[in-house]
């Protein structure tokens, strides 16, 4: 199973921005969708973004549309997401995640959690 480890969340302000990584422990990685999840306290895990295993696709939730950016370096085992214009309706933790060959989503890493003050 592919290790997975979040960073680079915080505290920010409003209008802020922030860069989360995710750093995978297998050169498999390069051969998956990876994607990013948020879950905020009290509710779900949903869907942010995701990237396609060659990085020429990308596909946003539209609450993030035109603020977050995901990208993807193979050769470094590592996809990030860009985070602007930061809203306190972000805050969450954010977990990313490797798409299985039949779609699921497999969560390996413990999260990184980003608060947005107002």
């Known amino acids: 199973q592919v290790q997975l480890v979040e960073s680079g969340g915080g505290l920010v302000q409003a209008g802020g921005s922030l860069r989360l990584s995710c750093a995978a422990s297998?050169?498999?990685?390069?051969?998956?969708?990876m994607g990013w999840f948020r879950q905020a306290p009290g509710k779900e895990r949903d869907f942010v973004a995701a990237?396609?295993?060659?990085?020429?696709?990308?596909d946003y939730a539209d609450s993030v549309k035109g603020r977050f950016t995901v990208s993807k370096d193979n050769a470094k085992n590592t996809v990030h997401l860009q985070m602007n214009s930061l809203k306190p309706e972000d805050t969450a933790v954010y977990y990313c995640?490797?798409?299985?060959?039949?779609?699921?989503?497999?969560?390996g890493g413990q999260g990184t959690q980003v608060t947005v003050s107002s």
């Open positions: 995640a490797i798409q299985r060959p039949d779609g699921i989503y497999d969560f």
């Open positions: 297998s050169r498999a990685f390069s051969y998956h969708t």
């Open positions: 990237i396609s295993s060659s990085g020429d696709r990308t």
